[in-house]
């Protein structure tokens, strides 16, 4: 990971979500589709419905929530970036990190996903993604490469 393992950052994103997925082994269809955010809302589901507290599945909300924004970077042509200190969508995310889609506009899959904890369904990440402001058809996706962004201009 480019970034320290406590830090977040837009660099270690992605390898967070790798590691979430190795991690749950390949007993879950993780494949980073828009479809397997129905099994990501399962699985907040089974998290909510076992009972426990946030700070308790903080780890597993971060790892999916990570893999959330990683769909959005696969299917939806956004890119990760790190909110500089001060930044006012910093204090209201309150994480470090974000997704910008094609369109300019700045997304929280972290906070969607503490909120999907935390509401319910009525938070469905499947419907987050669906429902986006800025997403790039899947036409027009095709054969189009990643592109490395940072809005601070310094390394984690």
Request: hydrophobic share 40%; charged share 25%.
């Given at each position: ?58 780890g597993a ?28 969508l910093r ?31 009525k938070e ?33």
């Amino acid at each position: 990971m480019d970034c320290e393992s406590l830090v977040l950052c837009a660099a270690g994103m992605e390898e967070r979500a790798a590691e979430f997925v190795e991690r749950v082994g390949g007993r879950l269809p993780l494949d980073y589709s828009v479809g397997s955010l129905r099994v990501v809302d399962r699985i907040v589901d089974g998290l909510r419905q076992g009972g426990a507290g946030r700070e308790s599945v903080a780890g597993a909300l971060l790892g999916l929530g990570a893999y959330v924004g990683e769909v959005l970077v696969r299917e939806a042509g956004a890119v990760w970036v790190d909110l500089p200190d001060g930044h006012l969508l910093r204090s209201v995310f309150e994480h470090p990190v974000a997704v910008r889609m094609p369109d300019g506009r700045v997304w929280n899959p972290l906070g969607r996903t503490v909120n999907r904890f935390e509401i319910g369904p009525k938070e469905s990440l499947h419907l987050y993604f669906l429902t986006l402001h800025g997403r790039r058809s899947a036409r027009s996706r095709r054969g189009l490469p990643r592109v490395p962004d940072t809005v601070s201009g310094k390394a984690c």
